[in-house]
């Protein structure tokens, strides 16, 4: 099925390591976005990508890198994971203003300990 | 800054009942708005997308509004199954597309 795919589905770190999430879409879409979700604090914008090449800062942007080197890739990385970026961690993928909306994958699970 | 409201924060029906759920923001300039459902644990599911120039989406059970003006749209659930449990979040997208999500209705069907 078209959509968007994330890898890892969970993943374990220490606190110091470092590990990169990886986005995948086959809808040919330019904009692509990584979103953690927090109880209580609802979905934030980490960062995103406005097409093959470009990224830009969210909301929350610190402690993570991003890069988007081809157009249906979209890489999050932790350079040295912390408790605090323990979540869940979003990718999503649209065009824009397009009739299709957004489309999220299915996330994956980060414990820092 | 665009915000969005959800109301209400929870809700606990029994099996059958009609529902509405519902979503304000406060900038009306919007190009669309979508509703998504997400499951415990899982990730957004998209249920509907209302262009701007709608007033309303159906698919199945579900049907939603858009008021651009009064700055509000309605998620309406028919005959509501435990199937439907879970929270339903809007969302709407800035001027650079960016969406700004409501804090969702977590929803409760029981049989």
């Known amino acids: 099925n078209a959509g968007v795919t994330q890898t890892p589905k969970f993943r374990v770190l220490k606190t110091g390591q470092s590990m990169t999430l990886l986005c995948a879409q086959d809808?040919?879409?330019?904009?692509m976005y990584w979103y953690r979700q927090d109880p209580g604090m609802g979905l934030r914008l980490i960062h995103y990508?406005?097409?093959?090449?470009?990224?830009a800062k969210g909301e929350v942007p610190d402690g993570y890198n991003v890069s988007r080197l081809k157009k249906q890739n979209f890489l999050l990385g932790l350079e040295s994971a912390a408790p605090s970026q323990t979540s869940v961690y979003f990718c999503?993928?649209?065009?824009?203003?397009?009739?299709?909306?957004?489309?999220f994958g299915s996330g994956t699970r980060l414990t820092v300990v | 800054k665009q915000e969005v409201t959800q109301i209400p924060a929870a809700l606990s029906v029994p099996e059958g009942e009609n529902l509405v759920l519902n979503c304000s923001f406060t900038?009306?300039?919007?190009?669309?708005l979508q509703w998504f459902r997400q499951d415990p644990g899982k990730g957004l599911t998209s249920l509907l997308l209302?262009?701007?120039?709608?007033r309303e989406q159906t698919s199945g059970r579900l049907n939603a509004s858009l008021d651009k003006s009064s700055g509000r749209s309605t998620l309406y659930i028919a005959a509501s199954q435990p199937g439907d449990s879970a929270t339903y979040l809007c969302?709407?997208?800035?001027?650079?597309?960016?969406?700004?999500f409501g804090g969702g209705t977590r929803l409760m069907v029981k049989p």
């Open positions: 900038d009306s300039a919007i190009y669309n």
């Open positions: 999503a993928s649209s065009e824009h203003y397009g009739a299709d909306g957004y489309t």
């Open positions: 809808m040919n879409h330019e904009y």
């Open positions: 209302i262009q701007s120039s709608q």
């Open positions: 969302a709407v997208p800035d001027a650079g597309n960016m969406l700004t």
């Open positions: 990508s406005v097409g093959e090449g470009t990224t």
